[in-house]
């Protein structure tokens, strides 16, 4: 199909999915195959091992091309196994500019097996992105971005961050886990790749672990796609057909995670024993103005701090919802609680934490799809 012709809502169902060339089939099917038939040695259909190449990884890789408005789309095994097929891209020596308030498991291969290779990691704070020339040098190669970032819900304004990389030469990837396409489309702002964690939004029924990429620009497809193959850390294709049905209802998910968001980011704050939310919608957010401009929507993500700010106080919280699951990971159609300072973030130490702004009743919302006055019902009961 065209892409460039239809809307995201139309290219959310349609796009990369053609009918099954040999019988019709509407869906694609579930290609669970490690090898292809040859009529001679490279006599094939353009399909020769399943780690290279597999018929519904190809749909899907073609599909979030589409909905991210990039050319080329690369699927692995888990968001984290694309954030190290990325990280491949760099030599010892190198330096990447990294925004501070980023999900752990980015932190931690960074910190933990990156710099081990001789790769230097800066940390910095983004939320003015003016603040990453002063860490440029002639080492420096990648700039890494996460928006809105977990749990505290700051935005980076991406144009900005793609017009320091474009002056200095340097790739911007941008983590849209957190947005998914429905809400913002990195490449539009200059980002020269977008990665996600297809395990929340995309899949958006908490039943699969996936991570992609998406760019626009041919050596570097070609670059990850090498690195894609050589280390081998590739979705299965049940899981590339879970992600595949899970895109088609992005749209309709997306527009219910954003309006029961709005509904209990303001029930919230209306409530005497909640102090600071955490909504990037509130008009008195301090990035408000760069999320309006970049986001279509502000989405289901919501952090809050008790009044009463201890650790016991949240945790009579989290014991009492009964909709609100206990549980890491975000972005399903079902109603997720967490408790940063214990759970995602307990390796932190206190002080460094508190610093961060990560407070010890910090409590992480992932609000669902579920009908409004039960979630608000269940908050009430819960917070008291
Ligand atoms: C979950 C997550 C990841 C890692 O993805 P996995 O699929 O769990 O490997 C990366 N970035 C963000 C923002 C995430 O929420």
Known sequence: MDNKKYKLGTKLIHAGVEPDPTTGAIMTPIYQTSTYVQAAPGDHKGYEYARTQ????????NALAAIENGKYGLCFGSGMAATD?????????????????????????????FACYGIKFHFIDMSNAENIRQHVNDKTKMIWAETPTNPLLNIIDIEAC?????EKNLLLVVDNTFASPYLQNPLDWGADIV?????????GHSDVVHGALI???QSLEERLRFIQNSCGAVPGPHDCWLV?????TLHVRMDRHCQNGEAIANYLRSHEKVGKVYWCGFEDHPNHAIAKKQMRGFGGMISFV????????ANAVLKKTKLFSLAESLGGVESLIGHPATMT????????????????SLIRLSVGIEDIDDLIEDLKQAIG
């Open 195 to 203: 990665l996600h964690s297809a395990t929340k939004y995309l899949g």
């Open 244 to 248: 595949l049905r899970g895109i088609k």
């Open 85 to 113: 097929a990325v990280a491949k891209l760099l030599m010892p020596g190198d330096e990447v500019i990294v925004a501070n308030d980023l999900y752990g498991g980015t932190y931690r291969i960074f910190t933990k097996v």
């Open 345 to 360: 973030h307990g390796s932190i130490p206190r002080e460094q934490r508190i610093a961060n702004g990560l407070a010890d």
């Open 306 to 313: 008790l009044k009463d700010d201890n650790i016991e106080a």
């Open 215 to 217: 760019m626009n620009d």
């Open 54 to 61: 597999n018929p519904t990884r190809t749909v899907l890789q």
């Open 162 to 166: 793609a017009k320091i990389a474009k």
